[in-house]
């Protein structure tokens, strides 16, 4: 192994990591298969720069994770060498359990979420390399006595959205999305094991949540691609569909295992079964069936996969319009006369989609502020314009022939 | 269509083109296409941004191209609608023709130069949107009566190396690559229908050429990239010689065509099978055969894919030690005895790779500096210091178990 | 002149404008005088990169216009030459009749707005180049029939605002303030004369208005920079206090015309005496009196004028506190008794100040957006969390011995 | 003092220093001043963009020079506080004894060198805070028995260059200059008590030291800006004539002590009365002395300082071609005419400039290269390309009327 190893990353410059068993995990299969996970599934049918995957997110969050660390240190908190190295390999490995396309066929393959597929994962890699994983475990899980750890790795402003808000704006081209991670870490602090956020950095959380706001409406939620990721799912759907009528379509035999079980619930998750299958499975298995389906003899999955291989998307429609749902509901009527479709299947070519975004969360999750006389305050009682609402948007997915 | 769609690209931010037939270009499939087929092959194991296609590229260099022509526009030169729309269309399609990863496997899949290939796709799409293409194809080959199109489409500053100069430097991270193509174009002026640099661009041109050199060195010919791509190859070859033999691999039907042909030449392009596997095959080909054959009952191609697939990557040394030679012909001995592996086959493990770099190009490619004064004169005889003379390195690549 | 002259901006890179008369007129003297008045006057004692001048900040905003122009005329939207021109020439000129230290200073010298004085420098900058400015006048103005050439020198989205954030942000190193200027043009239409966004470019809007209050609150109100330019005041105030009544001061002719005469109304504006005086008035009249007076007999001129020049600033408190209060009313008490200054005098050295911004103005002054369908409806119809209240905060800022 | 106080640098982001002392030495007034001096003298007259200061490269140099002392400890070189400490300060104040504007008018003021000025207010200063300088002043001068803490401060890859390179870059909009400080830190190492730079670094260091040939030709000897500092020079020594001959001027009472003295020597440097009055002198002296200038009545002082002021700058040829120094005799015998000026005093309008870069020195300040084997090589040795010889140019600088 070779400790000084740098990785070039485009967007923090050379970065080098102070463990030796941060190289060793980087250099496991499990974690190998990140390269092969996209981050931000089919966003680059929209902003063709966003093919950036899970692996280069885990490096840039566990990056700035050293940096967090280190200003904490440079700010007196202590904090030890294992605790150091273990939120280091946690924050390392906690999208590890995400499997193709990461969120977008999250709930379509197993309904299990992949932080819970992490944590089985995480555990088998401490044993294949003989390393003591009870501490990664306990921050991980949040655990721990001292709460900031955990909250450095999931919390509302922890290096995991640090890092990927930072690098999908940066891939995606969108500069509304530039958080100014910089400034955010150096106003980090520690008081009683919990994090705060120095007073003077209220105008970078101000910037960073509005940041996250125009991220989702901007790029996740962008209905172009939210289109991309329905067509996405309806293939998926019907592939298990034909699979368990005994349809034979392209899988490979790790995919064909999802098909064929109906969605995974946790309780499969202790099944080695599982894990065997699930961590040999990557975007791959997913392009190439869909490449290999463009001429299947099944009209609805052939027509899905050859549309979205060659990006004719779907249409999008507002909702709240009447003309558009009868523009819609005329559209459907065509399309089932003319493909000899029933109602019942029309469902993976017509459907409507609402979106939701929470904005912040107070409560638990709420950022504190440590103001300069040293009390501590929720933000949502410093910033009185933050916006606590729900916001969602619901549109209309059709084809178009 | 909708001619006013904009494009969202990291380096240039909003792209728009100003005609409609670029847009109707990039819907075409073949064009599409290019979204599978990665600009730099395996540098990612490298640098891990790195994993822009072709697709980009295209949209890139094309936007460049639209600047340079308005600059040229501004000073005054006569460009003519159709001049202007039909210099896009070449750039925009000049890298239609590339196969699966690029120049990587340029001369392993079929041995025709990639241009050939783009030359019968241009006349096809041409073809298939009912596009008169005669003057695209005029600039593309050079035959035009105003040489200047070619020279912005192909010479030795022209808006393509601008463009992936620019691209591959921004997404590998290495910023001594950064060109400063904004200067540059600024800097184009053309006298008698040939591309000239204004004098004050000397220094734009003097960085241009150098920031070239270090991403070769640094980037498309670092030892560690080489090495995948060797390994890529030999698994090609491999795959080639197991298939003519008779033995079944996991590959599609257009990966199978080319794997039973051997290696196609020139007169194969006229033959209408030829361009129909080769406009379905891209970078998802190549990687399923390989994550698919990590079991297959070869040694030889099972113990490639493994490797490549989880990064286990030979080692290289340097070719001019008589110890490292020593060593690696040691580690060759061992390699066929533990494996089983006749000398005639060691070549998949163990090579030799000279890799070479011009610096400049004397003689018609020259570039042309219009002066002050008026005159006109190449570029090398303004800078003195100008490195002329190639340059090689050459490396030992081998197996270590 | 030289039509080809390119200006090289660390924001924008290479600029060069398309009408000759711009380079005549920035080659004026009244025009190089904006090389000596500070865009931001002591906002550099905090942010010590922001030396910035009005002479970069008009180049900038005329950059932008060219930018703007060409979007529209790119849009199809009709503009004349001479339009173009003048529009311009109105942008260039509009900050020009800013005297040193641009606002800090603006109504303690003259109490005449800046864009007055600015028009009487037009007209006098159009006489002397024997260029006819009827046109820049009217647009300048507003009273020009197509009011959106108007709104692009002066709305809640101008040129002058786009150009002013970036740059002050860029310069100050406050990334929160970066305003994404790129996006905002490529939005820019004109319906019936007035400008309009298009639908797309609402969040880039939302950020707009975000960054700027960000930059409000973080920059040109930073409490240190208000305490800096208070103290530049009350130097200028006390200044004029020796002046009228007869003591001997280190001031240049120009500084003591406007010294000696209370501050100047705008009926004085059409005095040729005025003009004369402030067109060779800059910082440097006001730094050279601050460095000369720092051993000035009068003990407050003296402590003021040494304390800015060697950056002992005053201390700053929030207002409401009652322990805040009494610290500075006592610390006022002994001041008074050490120094042996009256009442009358503390001014000078204890002040209270309230700043306030307004976020957004609706009314006449509204951001109109273009629907996709054609409508147009008013920017804070659509953005429902608008914060239309204006902020405000007061501090007290006190002279420390 | 604040020990959290935190610059924001534009280029370096948040900049915060490790050493309380740090803090107070920028407080005194002999460090403030540093903000009157202009780093780079007239090149705004050139790069609008390019007013900053000492100051600003200051804080920079002693920025990056923590991040080379931080950088080498992570490396396990050992380094006490003290050590450190002592390194930051002498980066520090490097610059302090630098004055008006910088290097262009070093040798007219005072014929002595900056560094020599530099040393003797380091001890000013320790003395009035009351700080024990010895190792600071060791380091700076090179005596102390660790060469690399000298090295770091100045050698030819010091902390000093790779600021300056960077920020003259930055705010002139010259990309050419960029220099990848941040890669090269990362490659420092030391050995032996002597700086070093790991192999992989080499690539840097070529782009470095082309990009330090290009800042000089493009912008520090730009023939504009010497054009520039040129006509400054000539008002200083006429201003000096006048005064010395008994002609009131408008200086101040520093720079008249200046004036009135011929150059003094180093061995003035002892005198009480040299120091007393060179911490006093600043930009502003010369400036103001320009601007009151105007109108004077030597028609020579008052026509280089109406020029100078409204940029109305010499003209510039080069001088190896018969037609332009005929041209500029021609324009000579005119203006003496013209102006009844005689021979002896044209200098002051018309003179011949040599301007020489060195590119690389060999010898004692080679950069040296640690090669992966462990052996320690020249750099000269390594890059056959390396421009050893120095370059120059000459041009003729005349006033036209």
């Known amino acids: 192994m070779n400790k000084k190893k740098i990785f070039n990353d485009?967007?923090?410059?050379?970065?080098?990591?102070?463990?030796?068993?941060?190289?060793?995990?980087?250099?496991?299969?499990?974690?190998?298969?990140?390269?092969?996970?996209?981050?931000?599934?089919?966003?680059?049918?929209?902003?063709?720069?966003?093919?950036?995957?899970?692996f280069q997110h885990a490096l840039g969050a566990t990056h700035l994770m050293c940096r967090a660390i280190e200003t904490l240190k440079a700010k007196d908190i202590e904090i030890s060498d294992t605790e150091y190295e273990s939120v280091c390999i946690a924050i390392l490995l906690h999208d590890?359990?995400?499997?193709?396309?990461?969120?977008?066929?999250?709930?379509?393959?197993?309904?299990?979420?992949?932080?819970?597929?992490?944590?089985?994962?995480?555990?088998?890699?401490?044993?294949?390399?003989?390393?003591?994983?009870?501490?990664?475990?306990?921050?991980?899980?949040?655990?721990?006595?001292?709460?900031?750890?955990?909250?450095?790795?999931s919390g509302q402003l922890d290096t995991d959205r640090m890092d990927y808000l930072t690098r999908d704006s940066f891939f995606s081209g969108v500069a509304e999305g530039i958080i100014g991670y910089d400034r955010i870490i150096t106003m980090i602090n520690v008081v009683n094991d919990h994090v705060v956020i120095e007073e003077k950095g209220i105008y970078?959380?101000?910037?960073?949540?509005?940041?996250?706001?125009?991220?989702?409406?901007?790029?996740?939620?962008?209905?172009?691609?939210?289109?991309?990721?329905?067509?996405l799912i309806s293939i998926l759907k019907r592939a298990r569909f034909l699979t368990q009528q005994g349809t034979k379509i392209a899988s490979s035999e790790e995919l064909?295992?999802?098909?064929?079980?109906?969605?995974?619930?946790?309780?499969?998750?202790?099944?080695?079964?599982?894990?065997?299958?699930?961590?040999?499975?990557?975007?791959?298995?997913?392009?190439?069936m869909i490449k290999k389906s463009v001429n299947h003899s099944d009209i609805i999955l052939r027509t899905l996969c050859s549309k979205l291989l060659d990006r004719k998307l779907f249409k999008v429609k507002s909702v709240d319009n009447e003309v558009n749902r009868k523009l819609v509901a005329d559209q459907k009527l065509k399309f089932m006369e003319k493909y000899g479709i029933d109602e019942s299947e029309t469902h993976y070519f017509f459907t409507e989609k609402t979106e939701t975004i929470k904005h912040y969360e107070t409560g638990d999750k709420e950022i504190m502020i440590l103001m300069k006389n040293g009390e501590i305050v929720p933000y949502s009682h410093i910033n009185k314009h933050l916006n606590l609402a729900l916001e969602n948007r619901t549109f209309l997915f059709y084809v178009m022939e």
């Open 96 to 153: 590890v359990g995400h499997g193709p396309f990461s969120h977008a066929l999250e709930h379509t393959l197993a309904s299990v979420h992949h932080e819970s597929i992490s944590l089985i994962i995480i555990k088998k890699i401490g044993e294949e390399l003989n390393m003591d994983f009870t501490l990664v475990l306990q921050i991980f899980q949040g655990t721990y006595h001292r709460p900031f750890l955990h909250q450095l790795v």
């Open 256 to 288: 064909d295992y999802f098909l064929r079980n109906s969605e995974a619930s946790s309780s499969d998750l202790s099944n080695p079964d599982f894990l065997r299958h699930f961590v040999l499975l990557d975007d791959m298995d997913i392009l190439w």
């Open 10 to 54: 485009p967007i923090y410059g050379l970065i080098r990591f102070p463990f030796d068993s941060i190289y060793e995990i980087i250099d496991h299969p499990y974690f190998q298969r990140l390269r092969r996970i996209s981050q931000q599934a089919l966003s680059h049918y929209v902003y063709p720069g966003a093919l950036h995957t899970r």
């Open 204 to 231: 970078s959380i101000e910037k960073f949540l509005m940041a996250r706001r125009l991220m989702y409406w901007q790029v996740y939620l962008h209905k172009t691609v939210v289109c991309a990721e329905i067509m």
